[in-house]
């Protein structure tokens, strides 16, 4: 999956993480991206972030994209999003939370678009 503009970036991730597809998720970061799923975690570059997103997806949470935002700067921007992410606690109850991630995304050489920093935290 390739991003085309930025604003693809919330359409395609929204497509993958729906069906749980990790390598569709994995395409849309840069090699050396950085992901902060917590205060004062960060896990960088594809490998790191795919173990994580791997164990995450195994549980089968439900993603649902509420609304976006880009703002653009040449190869630049920033994209902030509202989710709601419904999962099931060990206890079998349906858990439903939302998350307003943000992320800097870059144009690449060949004009498709990658995340450089994803901070999909709940912490706010």
Known sequence: MRAQSPEDIH???AQALTVGDVEAVMSLYEPDAILAPGPDQVA???ATIRAGLERYLETKPTFILRASR???NGDL???F???TIIETDPSGS???YEIH???IIRRQQDGTWQVVIDNPSRFE
Do not use: C, D, M, Y
Request: net charge positive; no cysteine.
């Open 94 to 96: 349906r858990v439903e």
């Open 101 to 103: 991630p943000t992320q």
């Open 11 to 13: 359409k395609l991730f």
């Open 81 to 83: 999003s509202k989710w």
């Open 70 to 72: 880009v703002i653009q």
């Open 77 to 79: 921007a920033l994209l």
């Open 44 to 46: 960088r570059g594809r």
